[in-house]
């Protein structure tokens, strides 16, 4: 599959829309925006955080690969692409909570 660009634009997205998913977790607690950071937020929010972001990214790469595949939008196909979201996510929070900083 040529995706790509389907992805360039979906990361893209998710680093857009980045300080105002933090923002919805940890409220107005920043007083600057050039601070912002998930290392600020606590255990639950984090996870919170990362299955936002991995849904945002999912969400938008579906909706751009479905118009190219309008035939493949069944139920079952919906299922595996949650289950994916959220295998994702448990990925990305061993890698997240287990590298060193």
Do not use: D, P
């Not at 479905?66 to 061993?94: A, D, E, G, V």
């Amino acid at each position: 599959m040529n995706t790509i660009g389907f992805h360039a634009f979906s990361i893209t997205l998710c680093a857009f829309l980045r300080s105002y998913v933090i923002q919805l977790f940890n409220g107005n607690h920043f007083t600057n925006k050039k601070y912002l950071s998930v290392y600020h937020l606590s255990f639950l929010k984090k996870i919170c955080y990362i299955f936002s972001i991995v849904i945002l990214h999912n969400i938008t790469l579906w909706t751009l690969e479905s118009f190219k595949n309008i035939h493949n939008f069944h139920s079952i196909f919906f299922l595996r692409k949650i289950f994916i979201s959220i295998f994702t996510t448990i990925l990305c929070i061993i890698y997240f909570f287990f590298r060193r900083i």
